[in-house]
């Protein structure tokens, strides 16, 4: 009984501990919202550029990453040159950050002044043929910022996201991506989000999937940067069960504007029980492409190739080859 007691109490102890580490992550977003959309636009970026600095002087866990990462991407780089390109990738992505809380209270025609596009003709020419568009997406830029331009044309975009802790901090992302004009299906905790993206692609919508990780056993095995990874299956079987175009979408900036460039679309192979991984493959080779050419505004924080991981997310990525 004292056992059960204790063991009750520790859990009331970590229930205390995870409700108290929400409210810090609420609270912390509340205070980015409130201030940076309250400070002047050059205040605003001087300071996310700062506290980007700060990051990658501290070496924190996410920047060691980044640079592991970018050391695939550039190869021949040296010790210094990885530095100075991680320290880039940070202001990088610190300036999304800084994006995201003020995107709300941007003008249309700022949000359109503010980006340029390639491949922009054949991009409409698809959204605007009725068979529904998939737009494949790394982490790269802003792709809030790309949401937000194609609303402003009269394009409401779908897409897929995580649950975070806490729920309301959650509710609130959404609502703030409705308001730029993008609907949000939660990928758990709700219907199946296949069948709602589904839903909008045979409707001729355009769905919106960031598509370059997905290390759960559910993943694509691609070759990536010459190395081993997983990538979401998502994007190539929507198109693939829907016959909707499916084009690779790569993003970067250029001083105070960010560049769009639709790739040209990827012809889905003849029926064939291969169609999925060669798309997929083809989407990670597109991204490779974009991000190679522009590295620092590849936002990646993250452990990607199946060799950094853990031994036990390995042996698990292992055997579900296995069982396929």
């Not at 929400?22 to 201030?35: K, L, M, Q, T």
């Not at 990462?69 to 390109?85: H, M, Q, S, T």
């Not at 649950?163 to 299906?185: H, N, S």
């Not at 045979?202 to 999937?209: E, H």
């Amino acid at each position: 009984m004292r056992v059960a007691g204790r063991a009750a109490d520790h859990t009331r102890g970590r229930g205390g501990l995870v409700r108290l580490t929400d409210h810090v992550v609420s609270s912390a977003y509340s205070v980015g919202w409130a201030v940076l959309r309250r400070l002047p636009g050059p205040a605003a970026f001087g300071l996310l550029r700062l506290l980007a600095d700060l990051a990658w002087l501290r070496r924190t866990r996410g920047v060691r990453q980044l640079q592991r990462n970018l050391a695939r991407v550039r190869p021949d780089a040296g010790e210094a040159e990885l530095r100075a390109l991680t320290r880039a990738g940070m202001r990088s992505y610190f300036r999304y950050w800084c994006e995201a809380f003020r995107l709300p209270d941007m003008r249309p025609d700022d949000i359109r002044q503010s980006v340029v596009t390639h491949g922009g003709e054949a991009f409409w020419t698809a959204v605007h043929s009725g068979r529904g568009v998939v737009a494949a997406l790394p982490h790269m830029g802003n792709w809030d910022f790309a949401g937000a331009w194609a609303s402003t044309h009269g394009t409401r975009m779908t897409t897929v996201a995580e649950r975070v802790r806490p729920e309301r901090l959650f509710d609130r992302f959404v609502a703030y991506r409705a308001a730029l004009g993008i609907e949000v299906l939660p990928a758990t905790g709700g219907p199946d989000p296949m069948q709602g993206l589904t839903e909008r692609l045979r409707d001729g919508g355009l769905v919106v999937l960031v598509a370059d990780r997905d290390l759960s056993t559910r993943g694509v095995e691609v070759s990536f940067f010459g190395e081993q990874t997983r990538m979401p299956a998502g994007p190539a079987a929507l198109a693939v069960r829907t016959g909707a175009v499916l084009i690779p979408v790569t993003l970067w900036y250029d001083g105070p504007r960010m560049h769009i460039h639709f790739h040209d679309a990827l012809e889905k192979p003849a029926a064939s029980r291969q169609a999925i991984r060669t798309l997929t493959q083809q989407i990670a080779d597109t991204f490779a492409a974009g991000i190679a050419e522009h590295p620092e505004d590849w936002h990646m924080l993250q452990r990607l190739w199946i060799a950094d991981l853990t031994r036990d997310h390995q042996a698990a990525l292992a055997g579900d080859r296995v069982a396929r």
